[in-house]
Nanobody, 116 residues
Framework: QVQLVESGGGLVQPGGSLRLSCAAS????????LSWYRQGPGKERELVAR????????NYVDSVEGRFTISRDNAKNTVYLEMNNLKPEDTAVYYC?????????WGQGTQVTVSS
C-alpha cells in the first residue's frame, strides 16, 4: 500500500527548531519531486518547500526562506524539512507530497505548534 508518513511535529517555543521526516513506502521517491505543504488555522494549504527529483533545485515560500531547509535521502526513501527560528505564524499541519507526471501522493499530516 502506497503511503507517506510524516513525523517530527510537536510543540516548540518561538525561536526553536524541529525536523520533520516523511517516509515513503510501496514506491520509490527517486522519481518524484517532493514537497512540504502546510495549512494553518483558518488558512488555505500553501506550498512551503519543494525539491526536484534529482535534488538539484529547491524552492521555498518567501516566509520561510533562510529558516527552513528541504532535503531528501533516496536510499532511505525519506524527505526532510529542517525548520529553524520558528515563529508562531509557522503553526500549522504540515503535509508531505510526492508528485510526478503520473502520480500524486499525500501524507496524513503532522501538527507543528509554535507557542510560548
Amino acid at each position: 500500500q502506497v503511503q507517506l508518513v510524516e513525523s517530527g511535529g510537536g510543540l516548540v517555543q518561538p525561536g526553536g527548531s524541529l525536523r520533520l521526516s516523511c517516509a515513503a513506502s510501496a514506491f520509490a521517491i527517486s522519481r518524484y519531486a517532493l514537497s512540504w505543504y502546510r495549512q494553518g488555522p483558518g488558512k488555505e494549504r500553501e506550498l512551503v518547500a519543494r525539491i526536484t527529483s534529482t535534488g538539484g533545485r529547491k524552492n521555498y515560500v518567501d516566509s520561510v526562506e533562510g529558516r527552513f531547509t528541504i532535503s531528501r535521502d533516496n536510499a532511505k526513501n525519506t524527505v526532510y524539512l529542517e525548520m529553524n527560528n520558528l515563529k508562531p505564524e509557522d503553526t500549522a499541519v504540515y503535509y508531505c507530497n510526492a508528485n510526478n507526471w503520473a502520480y500524486d501522493y499525500w501524507g496524513q499530516g503532522t501538527q507543528v505548534t509554535v507557542s510560548s
